[in-house]
């Protein structure tokens, strides 16, 4: 019996607020890269959709474009965060995101570092090597 192809829908933006899900869009391509972006919103069916809504608009749109804290300290944040959570590829895209926002590499391996005493040495190898395949794909 031959198995029916799954087709998916593809997915359509519908955000709750759109003021917030514009302003979320433009930072999130400023920081990630407008590719990426553009990739992830293309590639996205009804079901992710739904996601990538959320993650615009409130990560990006909510959080990301307070005045609170600049754009290198909340990338500082998402480093040592996602290092803990042992996120490597989510890690890797904000280590370039890092870097766009002004982080060195010494910047960097202070925060790996930090993590290594905080929430362990595996977590924190695991973020160093990461890094080290960013800086080696970026020429660093």
Known sequence: MAKAIAR????KPNPRNKKLYDAGMKVRKAVLGSAYVDNS???ADDFMMS???????????YVWTRP?????TRSMLNL?????????PELKL?????LTNGLTKDE???????????????????????A???FKERGI
Not at 108 to 121: H, S
């Open 8 to 11: 998916t829908k593809k997915g």
């Open 94 to 98: 904000h280590i370039n995101g890092a």
């Open 108 to 130: 960097i391996k202070e925060i790996f570092l930090q993590v290594a005493i905080y929430c362990g040495i595996p977590a924190s190898l695991d973020a160093f090597k990461t």
């Open 41 to 43: 919103v293309a590639n």
């Open 80 to 88: 040592a965060m996602l290092a803990a959570l042992n996120r490597s």
């Open 132 to 134: 080290r395949e960013v």
């Open 51 to 61: 996601f990538q809504d959320v993650t615009t608009e409130y990560c990006w749109g």
């Open 68 to 72: 609170g804290l600049s754009k290198k």
